[in-house]
């Protein structure tokens, strides 16, 4: 075998899985090299999301979700169960299971579109070379006329509250407790902390989040932030804002905690402290010195709106480039480069990138906020519809919750789409739709939606726009 290539990708998580496969399909010889070590001791593709980020923590979400409904939402269907209990091993074993399903479907991938995996970690050295360390120790070089970087993110540790592993987690190991901790606390009121929070709470866990910043959600649409707090709330969960972690130490089998807050300092213990404060861009040893490659002043690498990194032949995509640190942003990137590299017209729109946060209920969002409008100063009208008069979410007994939809003054072009309700996450495709067409609130309005469904909400808020909404007062 060649150790020559046309492309060769460091990192197989959604970023450089997609952009290997891309390439491949464009008839590019491609390589892809990852160090990620399944719970087999195997290399396990995929990279944070498949392995210990966006499936596994779905998995808990749905199985608790389907735990919490015998209690929560059942009963209003008339429907009884007694002594309901959760099987931790067949709980976190169907977890593994999902993803050892996805991370062995993308090794398949890569046979069926002949891209070569190298197992280890990728080190880009000067004139395209990539350096391979096994975990063995054992090193090869092999080469290529494109690189492209897709190395990921990192959890952010606090240096006063470093994970041990076993009571100070990060996301990884707040996927894997091998029973429900009676005393729960979350640093950090982001995507991680409060979807892996939900998931503790609904199997009885008293979870109790701190946030730093004084606004709930403060990168949502404060409407929409205002009605997911509020049914948070509901749910049990205990959320500190505008409070700060000054200490965590394990004693024993606990964690003592003190935060602070505008009312003073606050003592806490926990059984468990899952530390979710953020992720920095992974690129520790991924450069030689002489590789001309640049790093920003958070150690992301720097690369033009094509993805280029300034450097002849090197690219970099995914969390460890600029933009938001989502699995969809990086595989879009992906597509795009190996585009780029084929000569072809690649394409990434980052104005109309969906955000989703998978907590019950969901939250999503595209576009601006009506903050950032005020902000710029664009003109803009607002139309919104509650899930209360959707005949489908009252049917589901989920809802719950609202569209906004945000939309130009004068040209009436959709702005942004905020929501929180049932099954929003697949919801705000058709927006998302809409605004890459550069469509109108009246676009949407005038489109047959079937009933009963959720989508009614979509279409009645964009009736809102224009304040002739059916189903509400204007």
Not at 11 to 38: E, H, M, N, S, W
Not at 296 to 301: A, S, Y
Request: aromatic content about 6%; hydrophobic content about 45%.
């Amino acid at each position: 075998m060649s150790d020559k290539f046309d492309v060769i990708v460091i990192g197989a998580g959604p970023a450089g899985y997609v952009a290997a496969i891309r390439a491949a399909q464009l008839g590019l010889k491609t390589a892809c090299v990852d160090a990620f070590v399944g719970k087999d001791g195997k290399q396990a593709l995929g990279g944070t999301c498949l392995n210990v980020g966006c499936i596994p923590s779905k998995a808990l979400l749905d199985s608790s979700k389907q735990f919490y409904g015998l209690s929560h939402n059942l009963p209003a269907h008339g429907i009884s169960v007694k002594d309901a209990k959760v099987d931790m091993a067949a709980f976190i074993g169907r977890k593994d299971k999902i993803v050892k399903q996805f991370t062995g479907g993308i090794a398949q991938l890569f046979k069926a579109n002949k891209v070569t995996p190298f197992f280890g970690k990728g080190k880009l050295l000067k004139g395209n070379q990539v350096e391979i360390t096994g975990n063995d120790g054992a090193r090869q070089t092999i080469s290529a006329t494109n690189v492209i970087l897709a190395s990921g993110s990192v959890p952010i540790e606090l240096p006063f509250a470093k994970f041990d592993g076993k009571h100070i987690v990060d996301n990884a190991g707040a996927l894997d407790f091998t029973e429900v901790p009676k005393r729960l606390g979350v640093i950090g009121a982001g995507v991680i902390g409060l979807e892996l929070g939900s998931v503790w709470n609904r199997l009885g866990a008293e979870v109790t989040v701190i946030e730093a910043l004084p606004d709930f959600l403060g990168a949502a649409d404060a409407d929409i932030a205002k009605i997911a707090l509020k049914e948070f709330t509901k749910q049990g969960l205990a959320i500190k804002l505008g409070a700060k972690l000054a200490k965590a130490e394990a004693k024993k089998n606990e964690v003592h905690l003190t935060y602070e807050d505008k009312d003073g300092a606050h003592d806490l213990v926990v059984d468990k402290l899952l530390v979710a404060v953020g992720r920095r861009a992974y690129t520790d040893g991924l450069l030689a010195e002489d590789t001309g490659v640049k790093l920003d002043e958070r150690g992301r690498i720097v690369v033009d709106e094509h993805n280029h990194t300034g450097v002849d032949g090197v690219w970099a995509i995914g969390d460890a480039v600029r933009g938001p640190m989502l699995a969809h942003k990086g595989s879009e990137e992906g597509v795009a480069v190996a585009e780029w590299i084929a000569g072809k017209a690649g394409h990434v729109d980052f104005d109309t990138i969906p955000w989703v946060i998978y907590t019950e209920p969901e939250i999503a969002w595209a576009g601006k906020t009506e903050k950032q409008l005020k902000e710029e100063g664009v003109p803009y009208k607002v139309g919104t519809f509650p899930f209360a008069a959707i005949g489908r979410a009252v049917a589901m007994n989920e809802a719950v919750g609202q569209v906004k939809m945000l939309a130009h003054a004068e040209t009436d072009r959709i702005l942004g789409v905020h929501m929180v309700g049932p099954c929003v996450s697949e919801l705000i495709a058709e927006c998302v739709v809409a605004m890459e067409f550069k469509g109108s609130s009246e676009d949407l309005a005038r489109i047959v939606h079937a009933h009963p469904t959720l989508s009614e909400a979509v279409h009645e808020a964009a009736l809102s726009v224009d304040k002739r909404a059916i189903h509400k007062g204007n």
